[in-house]
């Protein structure tokens, strides 16, 4: 799957994941060498390194959150995984998009996953079992507009 691609894994990424990029053919280099360059943690002190660097203020190069490779491995391809889901931006940069639009794709991929269909059987039921005959999705989350 990673054939002949190179990789840098931050400490902070599971062994197990770097033992999966090498079993599907992957590379380990260090990371000005890298195509790829993984990290669990934006705070860890080798990929705060990362983004202190010319390289990364340059924008010559992007850290991904590793479980990227989880789901390459569910998926059982590269090419299904959308990369750009799994940017690792730094910490003032994650707050700022979390206070836009939520938890970022990898906190949801530490979730148990439910498919969109099972998604909406499930609101379906929730708005079917509603007591007082509302639709809890007609329910306005802001108290003040």
């Known amino acids: ?18 033992d ?12 000005r060498s890298a195509d790829y360059l993984f990290s669990d943690d934006a705070e860890h002190p080798d990929t705060l390194r990362v983004f202190q ?12 959150h590793s479980l990227f490779l989880s789901a390459c491995e569910k998926r059982g391809s590269i090419k299904s995984v959308s990369i750009g ?15 836009v639009i939520g938890r970022l794709i990898w906190e949801h991929d530490q979730q148990p996953t439910q498919s969109f ?12 079992c509603s ?12 108290e003040t507009e």
Do not use: C
């Open 20 to 31: 999966f990029w090498l079993a599907e053919d992957g590379i380990v280099t260090g990371w």
């Open 1 to 18: 799957m990673f054939a002949n691609s190179k990789a840098w894994f931050s400490n902070s990424v599971s062994p197990s994941l770097r």
């Open 53 to 64: 660097s010319m390289e990364y203020i340059w924008d010559m190069v992007t850290i991904f």
């Open 131 to 142: 007591s007082d005959g509302t639709d809890p999705l007609d329910a306005s989350t802001s």
């Open 85 to 99: 889901h799994y940017v690792l931006p730094p910490v003032p940069v994650q707050n700022a998009v979390r206070n």
């Open 117 to 128: 269909a099972d998604q909406a059987a499930n609101i379906s039921k929730e708005a079917d």
